[in-house]
């Protein structure tokens, strides 16, 4: 279990280009969520999914924004046209219930700092 | 629309002292509220999660409560050291295990030796 990763780590662009961001869960995780956090603001969720089916968009994900996750492993978060205020750290987390109790457990990855120059 | 707050946005403590975040969220029908801590620049770890059933939860020198009617929580940090120098992030779960987390704005703690 090498946790949940993210790449890449950092990602510099101009305005009007497009980006690709991928993440990858913890193996047996079937729950994989979007965040964005912008300076001194706590994460705001984008989407999650449940294996490949995208079950939520927050009102944040505009249409520039696509995530997709094939087969219920690996996901992407693609953007399109980035404009300045798309500047953030892109998180990406999993987690997966762990017993009869509803226990469950959340895990991060390192996110992706975007600059949109 | 739930949201969270979180007091103060800043601390700064010399090392030794014992501590308390705060947070409060508006909608009191959550599923579970969870503390985080987040170094610069860097992700999220997980620190306490807190059933809605539930009181409070401890590790080590971390004790979190939670009061659901009133929407409100704590983290209370005993013994604090310079390595306790993060953001602490709360964040409540909506209505189930799987749902979003929504977050607060998080408490930046500095802790001086």
């Known amino acids: 279990d090498t946790g949940v990763s993210q790449d890449p780590r950092h990602k510099i662009t101009k305005r009007g280009q497009n980006v690709t961001f991928r993440c990858d869960p913890i193996s047996e995780h079937n729950r994989l969520y979007w965040y964005r956090q912008t300076l001194g603001q706590g994460p705001e969720f984008l989407t999650y999914?449940?294996?490949?089916?995208?079950?939520?968009k927050s009102r944040l994900l505009s249409d520039r924004f696509s995530a997709e996750r094939p087969k219920g492993s690996f996901s992407t978060l693609e953007i399109q046209r980035t404009e300045q205020g798309d500047s953030a750290m892109y998180l990406c987390?999993?987690?997966?219930?762990?017993?009869?109790?509803?226990?469950?457990?959340?895990?991060f990855g390192p996110g992706t700092r975007l600059l949109v120059l | 629309k739930q949201e969270v707050t979180q007091i103060p946005a800043a601390l700064s403590v010399p090392e030794g002292e014992n501590l308390v975040l705060n947070c409060s969220f508006t909608?009191?029908?959550?599923?579970?509220l969870q503390w985080f801590r987040q170094d610069p620049g860097k992700g999220l770890t997980s620190l306490l999660l807190?059933?809605?059933?539930?009181r409070e939860q401890t590790s080590g020198r971390l004790n979190a409560s939670l009061d659901k009617s009133s929407g409100r929580s704590t983290l209370y940090i005993a013994a604090s050291q310079p390595g306790d120098s993060a953001t602490y992030l709360c964040a409540v779960r909506r209505y189930s295990w799987d749902t979003p987390l929504v977050f607060g704005k998080g408490t930046r703690l500095s802790v001086i030796a």
């Open positions: 987390a999993s987690n997966v219930i762990l017993d009869h109790t509803g226990q469950e457990t959340q895990y």
């Open positions: 999914f449940q294996n490949e089916a995208q079950l939520e």
């Open positions: 807190i059933q809605s059933s539930q």
């Open positions: 909608d009191s029908a959550i599923y579970n």
